[in-house]
C-alpha cells in the first residue's frame, strides 16, 4: 500500500560494530531466538566491553597515570558485563545493595568496589565496610552513619568524600565548600582516600577544571595527615551513536510532521552524536589544562602522586547490545505508517525522560522485499495511546510485514533497564548473551546469569 508524505523523514543509522554485525548477518538465530523466547529479548556482546574496557585502560598507561576503572553497574543490570569486569580486573561502581550483591557473585573483590549515590542505607553501608569496599560518602548525616556502623563492627572505612560541582549548584549530590570543610574536622575512625564528583553533561573540560580542584583539595587534606591520594572523576563519557553528517542532516532536514499524532519532546534529545567520545573523552580530560592551572591534568596528578578513578557507565557499553522487537502489525494513518511490536516502550528507557531513542532501528525482513521507503513510527503492544517505542517517522527500506524483526542498535547502555515494567502482563525481555561459536561463522549465545 502507498503511503505519501509531505517530505521524506531524513534517516538516521547508527554506527555499527563488528559484533551486531555478525548478529545481524544471523538473521535466523535473530529469528529462532524471537521465536523460542516468545517476545522481545536484548542481546549482549560481551567482546565489545572488553574492547571498550583495554581502550580505557590503555588511555590512562598511555598517559603515565596511576588508575583504575571502575564500571558503573547502573548502566545495565547483566551479569555478563560485571562478570567481564571481574576477569579484566576492573572495579565496579555500585549504588545499592542489590547491585553490591551483584558485583561480588560476579567475581568482584570488595575491595574493588566503589560505592556512590545518595543516602545509602545503613545495610549497603555495613556491608560495604565488611568488604573493605570505597565508599563515596555524600553528605555529613551520611558520614555520621558510616563512621558509628564501622565503629560497631571495629573497623575503619575507606572513604572519598564527594564534592557539589562549582558549576552544578543546584545537583542533589556532593558537599558544598562548609560541608566539606566540617567533614575534614570529622575523620577520626575514617581512611580519607581522597575525593570524587559525578558531572552530568560530557565536557571534558568541565571534568579537568574540577578534577584540578580535587588534587589541591588532596594537597590540603594531606596536611590534616590524611591519605587523600586518590579523586574520582566519576562517569560522563559520551558515547557517539550516529556519524557526523547524518546527525547534522537529522537536525537539519527534521519536521514537526515527521512525528506521529504532532508528538513533541520538551526534553529535547540526547546528543547521539558526539566527535570525542568514549576512552578518547578520557584522554582529552588527561589532556586539559584545569581553570587556574600550567600544566595539563595528567601532569598534575603525576605530579602530586594522584590516581585517578574513572567510573564509564554508558561508554564501557557502547556497541555491547542490541534489542530485539517482533512486528505484529502494520497499517497506515496520516500518510505514514504505524508498525506494532510485540513488546511496550518500557523496554527502552528513553520516553522516561520525554524524550525518545532515535538512531533507527534496523528492519530485519523475513524475505526478499523490493526497495520503497516507508516512513512509520513504531508503536508497542499496549492499549495506551502515549506508548510508542518511537514517535518519529523512520523511513524503512520497504514496508513491513508482520514477522519481521525491528532491531534497534547500541541499546546496551541505560535502554535495557530503567524503565523496564512487566505492564500489561507483557514479559520483561529476556537478555541473551551473544559470542563467536568457535569454528563456526554463526554467533552462540546462552542467557545471562542475572537472576
Ligand atoms: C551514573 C553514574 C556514573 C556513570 O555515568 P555514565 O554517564 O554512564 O558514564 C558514574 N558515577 C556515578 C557516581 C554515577 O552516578
Known amino acids: 500500500m502507498a503511503v505519501t508524505t509531505v517530505a521524506a523523514p531524513p534517516s538516521l543509522p547508527a554506527h555499527i560494530a563488528a559484533e551486531t554485525q555478525a548478529f545481524l548477518d544471523a538473521p535466523v538465530l535473530l529469528q529462532e531466538l524471537s521465536h523460542g523466547l516468545g517476545g522481545p529479548y536484548h542481546a549482549l556482546f560481551p567482546e565489545r566491553f572488553d574492547t571498550n574496557a583495554?581502550?580505557?585502560t590503555a588511555v590512562l598507561e598511555e598517559a603515565g597515570v596511576a588508575g583504575r576503572v571502575y564500571f558503573a553497574k547502573k548502566a545495565n543490570k547483566a551479569a555478563v558485563f560485571a562478570e567481564r569486569a571481574a576477569v579484566l580486573g576492573l572495579g565496579v561502581d555500585v549504588a545499592s545493595h542489590g547491585e553490591l550483591r551483584e558485583a561480588l557473585a560476579a567475581g568482584v573483590a570488595g575491595a574493588d568496589l566503589v560505592v556512590t549515590g545518595p543516602a545509602k542505607g545503613d545495610v549497603l553501608l555495613r556491608v560495604a565496610v565488611l568488604q573493605g569496599a570505597l565508599v563515596a560518602v555524600d553528605a555529613l548525616d551520611e558520614l555520621e552513619r558510616l563512621t558509628a556502623i564501622a565503629a560497631k563492627l571495629g573497623r575503619v572505612p575507606r572513604a572519598l568524600l564527594r564534592v557539589l560541582p562549582g558549576g552544578q549548584r543546584h545537583s542533589r549530590f556532593g558537599m558544598?565548600?562548609?560541608?566539606?570543610r566540617t567533614a575534614l574536622g570529622r575523620t577520626d575512625g575514617l581512611q580519607v582516600e581522597g575525593f570524587s564528583f559525578h558531572l552530568s553533561g560530557y565536557d571534558p573540560q568541565a571534568r579537568a577544571d574540577l578534577a584540578g580542584e580535587l588534587v589541591g583539595l588532596c594537597r590540603e587534606a594531606r596536611g590534616l595527615g590524611l591519605r587523600a591520594d586518590r579523586i574520582s572523576i566519576g562517569g560522563?563519557?559520551?558515547?557517539?551513536?550516529?556519524g557526523a553528517d547524518d546527525w547534522r542532516r537529522f537536525q537539519?532536514?527534521?519536521?514537526?510532521?515527521?512525528?506521529?499524532?504532532?508528538?513533541?519532546f520538551h526534553g529535547g534529545f540526547y546528543p547521539y552524536h558526539s566527535p570525542v567520545a568514549g576512552a578518547d573523552a578520557l584522554?582529552?580530560?588527561l589532556a586539559a589544562t584545569p581553570k587556574g592551572e600550567q600544566a595539563p591534568l595528567s601532569t598534575l596528578l603525576r605530579d602530586?602522586?594522584?590516581a585517578l578513578l574513572v567510573e564509564p557507565g554508558r561508554a564501557l557499553l557502547d556497541q555491547a547490545g542490541c534489542t530485539v522487537f517482533r512486528v505484529q502489525g502494520v497499517k497506515e494513518r496520516?500518510?505514514?505508517?504505524?508498525?506494532?511490536v510485540d513488546g511496550s516502550s518500557l523496554s527502552l528507557s528513553e520516553q522516561w525522560f520525554d524524550s525518545e531513542f532515535l538512531p533507527d532501528p534496523v528492519l530485519v525482513a523475513?524475505?526478499?522485499?523490493?526497495?520503497?521507503?516507508?516512513?512509520?513510527?513504531?508503536?508497542?503492544?499496549?492499549?495506551?495511546e502515549s506508548d510508542m517505542l518511537t514517535w518519529r517517522t523512520v523511513p524503512f527500506p520497504h514496508r513491513p510485514q508482520v514477522g519481521d524483526l525491528l532491531v534497534y542498535l547500541n541499546t546496551s547502555g541505560y535502554q535495557m533497564d530503567s524503565n523496564e515494567s512487566p505492564f500489561h502482563e507483557l514479559p520483561l525481555p529476556p537478555k541473551v548473551v551473544v559470542e563467536p561459536a568457535p569454528g563456526s561463522p554463526r554467533p552462540r549465545w546462552r542467557l545471562d546469569r542475572h537472576p
Open 54 to 56: 583495554r581502550a580505557f
Open 176 to 180: 558544598s565548600p562548609e560541608e566539606l
Open 236 to 242: 560522563g563519557f559520551a558515547v557517539d551513536y550516529v
Open 252 to 264: 537539519r532536514e527534521q519536521l514537526p510532521e515527521h512525528f506521529h499524532a504532532g508528538k513533541s
Open 283 to 285: 584522554r582529552a580530560v
Open 304 to 306: 602530586a602522586g594522584v
Open 334 to 340: 496520516d500518510g505514514h505508517g504505524i508498525l506494532t
Open 366 to 384: 523475513n524475505g526478499p522485499r523490493e526497495t520503497r521507503t516507508y516512513p512509520a513510527c513504531v508503536g508497542a503492544a499496549t492499549c495506551l
